[in-house]
């Protein structure tokens, strides 16, 4: 970004902090150039003092002339925010919304100006280590160069991928939630091999390694995940006896019903 573009980070909260720590990290945008706030004033001037940035609870002025605003606050919230700074931003400000569930429509229709820029975004945690997945979709008064540059914006932490907006309920229950999903089967397999008779942080690097290796072999071979598990099952061997226990617990089934479960909700949450 360029010296003089200003980006405002408005709810400066658990997923908008690891997106905003990675743009200063990757010098994406110098900490003059950004201006966030929170709810409340104590918090400001704690994330003032650790981060080194501008951190206030004055929507208006944070977004004031900002050429880029990140919207980081709940589903429930984001209307309200956008009509709260929709006087002062400039026409070509590019709005980014992280929210699940609220619709591009009405933060468009909140923004109030002729053709409000806005992009519906949903990243998930690991962006803090670089391996996030962010998937976009584009606002209705969206340039190609604006989708570029939200894509720019968010691969600083990792991966895109842009859909369809009747897409985003079920990208939330996958990819935007899921990190807490892996996060109890990881638990899961590492409580295994202490089942096993494994130290703990021994298991527990197994566990995430392991995770870790089958999601990068998915993702670089682009071998169907059944055929990488066939490599693994050695007829008659070890392998194949733990799928049976595998297969009897219903995890296929479990999985599924938990990512629709989760993107139920996200259709919820803004109650739009
Ligand atoms: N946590 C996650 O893994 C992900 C969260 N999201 C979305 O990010 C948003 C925030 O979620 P979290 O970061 O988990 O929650 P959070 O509670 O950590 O962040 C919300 C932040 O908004 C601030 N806030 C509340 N009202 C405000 C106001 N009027 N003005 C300015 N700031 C205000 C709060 O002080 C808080 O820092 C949600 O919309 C959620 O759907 C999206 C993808 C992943
Ligand atoms: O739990 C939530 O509602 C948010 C959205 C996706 C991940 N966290």
């Known amino acids: 970004m ?3 573009q200003r980006i405002a980070v408005l709810g400066l909260g658990k997923m908008s902090g690891i997106l905003l720590q990675a743009f200063l990290k990757q010098g994406l945008f110098q900490p003059a150039q950004i201006a966030a706030t929170v709810a409340h004033e104590e918090r400001a ?9 501008n951190v206030s609870t004055n929507n208006v002025e944070a977004a004031r002339g900002a050429d880029v605003v990140l919207l980081g606050v709940k589903p429930t919230q984001i209307e309200d925010l956008a009509r709260e700074i929709a006087p002062v931003l400039p026409p070509h400000a590019l709005v980014l919304s992280i929210a699940a569930s609220t619709k591009l429509a009405p933060i468009e229709k909140a ?54 907006e009747k897409h985003m309920d079920a990208v939330t229950g996958l990819s935007g939630s899921g990190p807490a999903f892996i996060y109890i089967i990881l638990e899961a397999l590492a409580e295994a091999g202490v089942n096993v008779g494994l ?12 995770t870790f290796g ?14 990488l598990k066939d490599e693994v099952t050695t007829p008659a061997g070890c392998t194949v006896d733990g799928i049976m226990e595998l297969e009897a617990g219903g995890v296929r089934h479990t999985l599924i019903k938990t990512v629709k479960r989760a993107a139920e909700r996200a259709k919820e949450l803004a109650g739009n």
């Open 199 to 210: 130290p703990r942080d021994i298991a527990t690097m197994l566990a995430a390694q392991t």
């Open 2 to 4: 360029s010296s003089n």
């Open 111 to 164: 923004l109030g100006t002729e053709k409000p820029a806005v992009v519906r975004a949903m990243p998930n945690t690991p962006a803090k280590v670089g391996a996030g997945i962010t998937a976009l979709c584009r606002g209705h008064w969206i340039s190609d160069e604006q989708l570029a540059l939200a894509e720019k914006i968010f691969q600083t932490v990792g991966r895109t991928v842009v859909v369809d």
């Open 45 to 53: 001037t704690t994330l003032a003092a650790q981060l080194g940035i």
């Open 214 to 227: 089958a999601a990068k072999m998915v993702l670089e071979t682009g071998a169907h995940p059944a055929v």
